[in-house]
């Protein structure tokens, strides 16, 4: 990126795992990157310090309550300071953003990310909801307005990367995922496991709700749906594998027979990196891969009777339509509900299929009618939370 003229990034979440890391990353290089706009739902403090730091030219509060302390915190900055989830759609149309890093947790990232297509920014995507919900509508909608998806994900940056330069037949993705806390526990011990063990990931340190879904192989259901929109291919050409050791994030077979991989030590700031400085590679101070102190590399078959979320994910999306979304608002609740310890580990999986039972099928939605099936399929999983603690 010699002589280029600086990216200027908008992080939607930058209070979070994803929005640390990211901002870690462009602290690293402020010859090549400018921060332009901060988003955080709560974390008011954070956004402040990180505001103070940065110097963007603006910042977004969600929460209206907490406008005033962030407000009079930047003011003898010069900062902008607005509040609301319209706020963020209305700045994705500023002139000066590049880039917009969507890292909001959940469902709520769908609209900033659409306005942002909308503006015809490039995107790099570390909202997994957004493809999971409405992929059948996002993926044409950024060809239209040539925004560029660049994959956030380690295991879709990896897939990502192995396809650059390459013209042949992709013919499977091969996605990895670690298998989580719980990878070698039985039904029981996972029935009785506590908010603290499902948190404790063996490799990654992430989010309260991904760390859930990457325990109860949801998180890898999700990228299931994320990969089937990215890279357009069928979700029978999808094989997950579970490898403990987190140094093949995904693998790529071609029409040759072929396997490509991207390894690499477990460091999200590394595709974080990568899709904002596309397609340059730049230096990063991660740690590197000694061979010789690998042990070994394993590989096995997921197993959907202890994981039944990773089923219901292959399961929705072979039915298609706003079935993923249902799916999706299904899981956010259930998710919530045991981090704040009202139902167990175990019943996340039942939830989210009596949720799905119950929610109208669209074949071909529109983005009013992926709304509508969010909020249905939050009722519905809300009331059945309801009668299990009855």
């Not at 999200?268 to 102190?293: E, G, H, V």
């Not at 039944?308 to 072979?318: K, Q, R, S, V």
């Amino acid at each position: 990126m010699e002589n280029k003229p600086k990216r200027h990034i908008a992080i939607l979440g930058s209070t979070g795992s994803i929005g640390t890391q990211a901002l870690d990353v462009i602290g690293q290089h402020p010859d090549l990157f400018e921060v332009q706009l901060l988003t955080a739902n709560n974390n008011s403090r954070l956004l402040i310090e990180q505001a103070r730091r940065f110097n963007p030219s603006s910042v977004v509060i969600c929460n209206p309550d907490l406008y005033e302390e962030v407000a009079s915190a930047l003011d003898p900055l010069y900062i902008k300071v607005f509040t609301g989830i319209d706020s963020i759609c209305d700045l994705m149309k500023d002139p000066d953003i590049d880039i917009v890093l969507t890292a909001m947790v959940g469902f709520s990232g769908l609209r900033p990310t659409i306005a942002a297509i909308d503006a015809g920014k490039a995107i790099a995507l570390a909202n997994k909801e957004t493809l999971v919900a409405a992929g059948s509508i996002i993926m044409p909608l950024a060809r239209k307005n040539g925004a560029p998806i660049l994959p956030v994900d380690s295991e879709h940056s990896a897939i990502f990367q192995c396809l650059q330069g390459e013209h042949a037949r992709l013919e499977k993705i091969l996605l990895t995922g670690s298998g989580g806390p719980f990878l070698h526990s039985t039904r029981e011990e996972m029935a009785a496991a506590t908010r603290e063990q499902a948190l404790n990931h063996p490799r990654w340190k992430m989010g309260a709700k991904v760390t859930i879904d990457s325990a109860s192989l949801m998180n890898k259901g999700l990228e299931l749906i994320e990969a089937r929109w990215l890279f357009n291919v069928e979700p029978a050409d999808i094989e997950v594998v579970i490898h403990p050791q987190s140094i093949i994030h995904s693998m790529v077979q071609f029409s040759d027979g072929c396997v490509m991989a991207q390894l690499s030590q477990p460091d999200m700031r590394l595709p974080i990196q990568y899709a904002l400085s596309y397609p340059s590679r730049i230096d990063l101070d991660a740690r590197r891969i000694d061979f010789a102190q690998l042990a070994s590399l394993t590989f096995e078959k997921p197993d959907l009777e202890r994981f039944p979320c990773l089923g219901l994910a292959y399961e929705a999306l072979g039915k298609g339509g706003n079935a993923t979304c249902m799916m999706n608002g299904a899981n956010e609740v259930a998710v919530a509900a045991f981090l704040e310890g009202k139902i167990r580990f175990t019943d996340i999986p039942d939830i989210i299929s009596s949720a799905m039972a119950r929610c109208t099928f669209v074949e071909n939605p529109g983005i009013e009618q992926i709304y509508s099936t969010d909020f249905e399929a939050k009722r519905f999983a809300s009331d059945i939370i309801d009668r299990i603690r009855h």
